[in-house]
């Protein structure tokens, strides 16, 4: 916050990286706070991974002023979930919103996380145009594959009618961490 406050008066030389180092400086708290949310053992109920994706998806998309639509079914908030899985869910819907953000034309992202008969499927799906955001240099689609793999689950990232991320879990099934 310091830094942002003297790059309001700093020489217009300055003002940049004062700029830079604010920005770093919230990255670096958004970061620490995810931290803290997964060790958080009071945090462990499906309602509060969900409240989470529900402030990051209207933080970041709305600086786009993308819309958005989330729909759960089939999970009860109340019950439990492993920690770990949690965090895994979490990083992955991040990323796939973080991609939209970064990549997309899109103008809306539909969100549906669901439960049926011990199988969770979480889809984050825009309506962008452009098929070329799924070629990048980046990790971030072979993290959410690695993630997903060590839940015992699977991950698919396709173009079809827009850019669609999808998580399937079989809750039955063991992660990989596990075995």
Known sequence: M????????APTEIKTALNELSDMSRDAMERM?????????RKDK???LIDRMRVFAEKNLGVKNIAYHFEVRGI???????????QNI??????????????????????????????LRLVVQDNGTREEQMVSDGLGLSN?????????????AVYENGFRVELNLDQNKKAVSEN
Do not use: C
Request: no cysteine; charged share 25%.
């Open 2 to 9: 310091q830094s942002q406050v003297m790059a309001y008066t």
């Open 144 to 156: 959410m594959a690695m993630r997903a793999k060590n839940m015992g689950g699977s991950l698919d």
């Open 46 to 48: 499906y309602e509060n």
């Open 76 to 86: 009860d908030g109340k019950k439990f979930i492993n920690p770990e899985k949690r």
């Open 90 to 119: 979490y990083l992955i819907f991040k990323e796939a919103i973080a991609n939209i953000v970064k990549h997309s034309d899109g103008t809306q992202v539909n969100i549906v996380f669901e439960q049926e008969k011990g199988h």
């Open 33 to 41: 706070r995810d931290v803290v949310w997964v060790i958080d053992s």
